[in-house]
């Protein structure tokens, strides 16, 4: 699977757009873009995924580029409980043992200030 | 309410015992997987099961055993021969074979071992 790089640390206003960047320039055809988050000893919660096309649902919007080598997640509105840890994962989409891993890196913290 | 539960959220244990943590899915998912997470770290995959009755070593599977009898259960033993099991433990289920799919995680179980 692409490696993902992200900034270790953001901070943001809260009402304010948040915009967490993140870079996998070797990503494949097959490969879907995911993000996760993870509140404070909890366990990771899902937000969104896509392959090509942006992607909006009712917590985020993912902007991913034509080159696919970089996208950026967008909360349009942060609030103090966004403030999490971030993670950009890719995940190849073809069936076997391998596309069951999902490999975490170390995220971004997003700190939203009131 | 379909989800993932993971029992205890705290376990202590003394050096050189082995212990088991549970997880459960009533989603009906057939992968299930075992993460490992150390404080400031993104989370590492020990084991990972496509199916009843079959399971996968993941990066860090030293130390750790898993049985998958049920589909609904993936028990984890951190057995004497961890070198460091005191961490926090996320456990994580989705639906297949296709890799489009997110993966659901449980609240986590924080193993001590004093």
């Known amino acids: 699977d692409a490696k993902t790089t992200q900034p270790t640390s953001m901070d943001c206003a809260e009402g304010r757009a948040a915009n967490l960047p993140c870079n996998h320039s070797t990503i494949s055809g097959n490969e879907y873009v995911y993000w996760y988050r993870q509140i404070h000893s909890q366990g990771p919660q899902y937000i969104i995924h896509?392959?090509?096309n942006n992607e909006t649902n009712e917590m985020a919007s993912l902007i991913i580029t034509e080159d696919r080598k970089s996208s950026t997640l967008i909360l349009p509105h942060a609030t103090l409980r966004d403030t999490a840890v971030y993670y950009c994962i890719v995940r190849v989409a073809r069936s076997g043992g391998s596309n069951y891993k999902l490999t975490f890196g170390k995220g971004t913290l997003l700190t939203v200030n009131p | 309410d379909g989800g993932i539960t993971q029992s205890p959220k705290y376990l202590f244990r003394k050096e050189g015992q082995n212990v088991t943590l549970s997880c459960e899915q009533n989603?009906?998912?057939?992968?299930m997987y075992w993460y490992r997470q150390d404080p400031g770290q993104g989370l590492r995959l020990i084991y990972y099961s496509q199916i009843v009755n079959d399971f996968q070593k993941g990066d860090i599977a030293e130390g750790y055993s898993v049985s998958r009898e049920k589909k609904e259960s993936f028990p984890l033993t951190v057995t004497s021969a961890q070198k460091n099991p005191t961490a926090f433990y996320l456990c994580a289920s989705s639906i297949g074979v296709q890799g489009n799919t997110e993966a659901f995680f449980g609240q986590g179980t924080r193993l001590t071992v004093v």
């Open positions: 896509g392959l090509k």
């Open positions: 989603l009906n998912h057939d992968a």
